[in-house]
């Protein structure tokens, strides 16, 4: 088997410019966005107080995915991360599939957070058509990921740094309302209202881990920017340690607060549970701060995903798995075609919006749902490959995943499961029968174009 190296050398081109504190935000902006400041209501809904649960079983799964990316992007720090893992510890189908089912679902994924960007500016301005701020902010974002990588992160710096001062705001602000205002109908108690904690059973429960997997997919970004950072190794153990907590504190704290504030069949029926808060505090203009907010959350998942997915092409373009023009970069280090080309959800959402403006979110969001989740298993899956085969070669790595292979094999175990679940609801069967024929076809495709 070849050296890794030769991937590594092969994706060449990129500039390194990224700090750990930026690859923080990073991962901050693709997993804290409407996963948490609009999805929260729809957790609510499924598992009723025992969201809290949903929240850190998908909590744990995501810092069971980050101590085995981590050791692999440790180990390889290369913008095709866990796409060019797969290629070289499963093998070149696997890696041309993961990448592409990862790529498609991103690209959808930019399209549903444009959408609701259109969506929020009409708050302020209503006579002003939908689609005219999706194409503003549309080419503003496409124009700062053009820049330069540096450029990129200092933009997603400054988005997700609005989020994380809101959150912190809220948990204060929640925190007051529940422990010092002492007002009539706001406590712990209401945990117990509309049939206890465990209104919806663990069945219930287990659905709002779907919900809660959505919301925290993103933290595998910080193994893309792997491959433009400064130092790259020392830049990767610093974001993944200190990401996952600050995710877990951001969800799970902002939850128990809104649940002791607002009672789940309340929150469950809000677009966001966030407002009540504010109304509860009498907060002046605050419907108009939620919605500035909410906007920054959404242009910034859409910066860091859009960066993310161009980044995957890129990676398929260097393995002669997609067009050539795409594994190009310009003067700056920029891949400008794979930046273009992984655009493409805004004109999808556009089109999608357009016919079915009710469904079209709900579409988006459990389509795009696939490709995230089946990565997110693949990482499972080859970092035990990844790890069998350091072992035999007696390779050292300065950060490894602990309780191997035990808690690798639950990961995928605990994905594998959460993917199954989403076949028996509703909300999300489109999960399943969109991913799997999708699937099926990205394999057909690989073998053609290898057997030609």
């Known amino acids: 088997m070849a050296d890794f190296h030769d991937i590594q050398q092969r994706e060449t081109g990129l500039q390194q410019h990224l700090t750990s504190a930026q690859m923080v935000m990073i991962a901050i902006g693709g997993a804290v966005g409407t996963g948490l400041f609009m999805g929260s209501a729809f957790a609510i809904g499924f598992a009723g107080p025992a969201v809290l649960i949903s929240y850190a079983i998908g909590a744990f799964i995501a810092l069971l995915l980050i101590g085995a990316l981590g050791e692999m992007t440790v180990a390889h720090p290369t913008s095709g991360s866990f796409g060019a893992y797969a290629e070289y510890y499963l093998g070149p189908m696997a890696g041309f599939v993961l990448r592409y089912a990862y790529w498609a679902a991103l690209v959808l994924a930019v399209g549903m957070e444009v959408t609701a960007v259109g969506i929020y500016m009409a708050y302020w301005f209503p006579d002003v058509p939908q689609w005219v701020w999706v194409a503003v902010f549309s080419a503003m974002l496409i124009g700062l990921n053009l820049r330069s990588v540096k450029v990129y992160g200092a933009a997603e710096y400054a988005f997700s740094a609005i989020k994380v001062a809101a959150i912190v705001a809220f948990v204060l602000i929640g925190a007051y309302v529940v422990f010092g205002s002492h007002t009539p109908g706001i406590g712990i108690e209401n945990y117990q ?110 910066n860091s995903q859009l960066y993310t997915t161009s980044r995957m092409m890129f990676s398929l373009a260097r393995a002669n798995q997609a067009p050539a023009t795409f594994g190009k970069t310009n003067r700056q280090g920029v891949p400008v075609s794979a930046i273009l080309v992984s655009s493409l959800g805004a004109a999808v959402a556009m089109f999608i919006n357009a016919f079915w403006p009710e469904q079209s979110f709900m579409w988006m969001m459990s389509i795009a749902m696939f490709g995230c989740m089946f990565a997110w298993f693949m990482v499972f899956v080859t970092h035990l490959a990844f790890r069998r085969q350091r072992d035999r070669e007696g390779a050292v790595s300065s950060f490894r995943m602990w309780g191997f292979p035990w808690l690798t094999a639950l990961g995928a175990l605990l994905m594998g499961a959460v993917l199954i679940t989403t076949a028996f609801t509703k909300e999300f069967r489109l999960t399943l029968a969109f991913g799997l024929p999708w699937l099926a076809l990205l394999s057909v495709i690989y073998l053609l174009r290898r057997k030609r």
């Open 193 to 302: 209202a509309g049939g206890g904690f465990w209104a919806k059973g663990l069945s219930g429960m287990w659905l709002g881990v779907i919900v809660a997997m959505f919301s925290y997919l993103g933290v595998e970004a910080i193994a893309v920017a792997a491959g433009e950072a400064q130092h790259p190794q020392k830049a990767v153990q610093s974001a993944m340690k200190t990401t996952v907590l600050r995710l877990v504190l951001f969800y799970l704290l902002t939850l128990a607060l809104m649940l002791a504030i607002v009672p789940w069949t309340e929150a469950a029926t809000q677009t966001s549970p966030f407002v009540r808060v504010m109304e509860i505090l009498h907060i002046p203009y605050a419907a108009g701060v939620l919605n500035f907010v909410v906007l920054v959350a959404a242009l910034s998942a859409m």
